[in-house]
């Protein structure tokens, strides 16, 4: 029945059909055998005809990913002395993905353990959502002894985001969320995708290379009453460019005065400066005024857990009785969404954090890679420094934190980097440091200058 209906749609259905009409179909009985082969391949024709129209033809091909998308690029090149620093991913000084030790001693517990594979229930393993809050806000936080916290494990920062837009969208649907500009090349497809209207604030300042202060500011202070701002916990992605600390004391007056929901990306706790409290300074200063506050936090950086897709929506209340409401919800959204989350990071964060010596040891090996990547960015300052004889001024690269530079670069001219040089980065001037080696910064210097120079 299928291959008629389709066969009607084919150009070639009408004259067929015609043919057919005019003259009555004979007795296949009656007729030699050829006339059963010939129709036989008319039924095939048919067939092909049919097959040839599909119900996907109004489907467009989707662009390549911005992020991911290099990545693939970058495979197909051949050229030896190619660069990735698209991915923020950490690599080792030899630019191999590296697996955290304390991960690895992690994992070896847990086979010793012959722990199960059963379902977590939907707001994940309990140990880990105390590890994460904890972690997030420290331990003796008054907010946690209180419950007023509604934690959720989630699929890594993204999954959290996009769990918290939902939520946004389906109690707060006349609110709109403010993302900075630039931000995270996913920020905008999460909120899209939820249907979650969205402006933005200003943030980056191409004159200075740093942050717009002012500007930023003032888009907040005319943001409707009560809209969401979404803002980077530490390591701002894809400028690395951080608010002090007295910045972030007006911020929060600002956000206070307009009675705005302050919402953070938390994605490089510990990561950004070495220090899991000093990265997290930002989320537990609006805590502390009495704030409520939304934070999706990630484990993909700080663990090197990118497969595991670990991490948590967490949301600070104003009562525990509407900490256990907002978490019910929560729940209520992920189990059409994904169900429930996977087993084995949870286990990972929860039996890292809940064991002091295996705590130590994480905090260690978070002070190194924050350290390689510190050592990197001050080599290709010198580097550009010491070969650029026009005498602009790279110090920006050294204010900026994180696994990120924000370059300046325009899409021209990260082209440039890319056709000519072979190293592969975002358009928007954004390469990875944590991909990057210190017997590299010679070489990307050199990209770097040749593409700010001479091209426009």
Known sequence: MASAAFALTSPAAPAIAARSKARPAPNPQSLPICWSKW?????????????????????????????????????????????????GAYRTEELQPYVLNVVKKAENLMLEKGENKEYLPIEGLAAFNKATAELLLGADNPVIKQGLVATLQSLSGTGSLRLAAAFIQRYFPEAKVLISSPTWGNHKNIFNDARVPWSEYRYYDPKTVGL???????????????????????????????????????????????????????????FASGSLDEDAFSVRLFVKRGMEVFVAQSYSKNLGLYAERIGAINVVCSAPEVADRVKSQLKRLARPMY?????????????????????????????QMAGRIKNVRQKLYDSLSAKDKSGKDWSFILRQIGMFSYTGLNKAQSDNMTDKWHVYMTKDGRI???????AKCDYLADAIIDSFHNVS
């Open 432 to 438: 990875s440091l944590a991909g990057l080696s210190l």
């Open 212 to 270: 717009d202060f002012e500007g930023m500011i003032a888009d907040i202070e005319a943001a409707p009453e009560g809209s969401f701002v979404l803002l980077h916990g530490c390591a701002h992605n894809p400028t690395g460019i951080d608010p002090t600390p007295e910045q972030w004391e007006k911020i929060a007056d600002v956000i206070q005065e307009k009675k705005h929901m302050p919402f953070f990306d938390v994605a490089y706790q510990g």
């Open 339 to 367: 169900s429930n989350p996977p087993i084995h990071g949870a286990r990972i964060v929860a039996n890292i954090v809940g064991d002091p010596t295996m705590f130590g040891e994480w905090k260690q090996e978070m002070e």
């Open 39 to 87: 129709s036989a391949n008319f039924g095939r024709v048919l067939m092909a005809l049919a097959v040839d129209v599909s119900r996907f033809e109004g489907v467009p091909m989707a662009p390549p990913d911005p992020i991911l998308g290099v990545s693939e690029a970058f495979k197909a090149d051949k050229n030896d002395l190619k660069l990735n620093l698209g991915v």
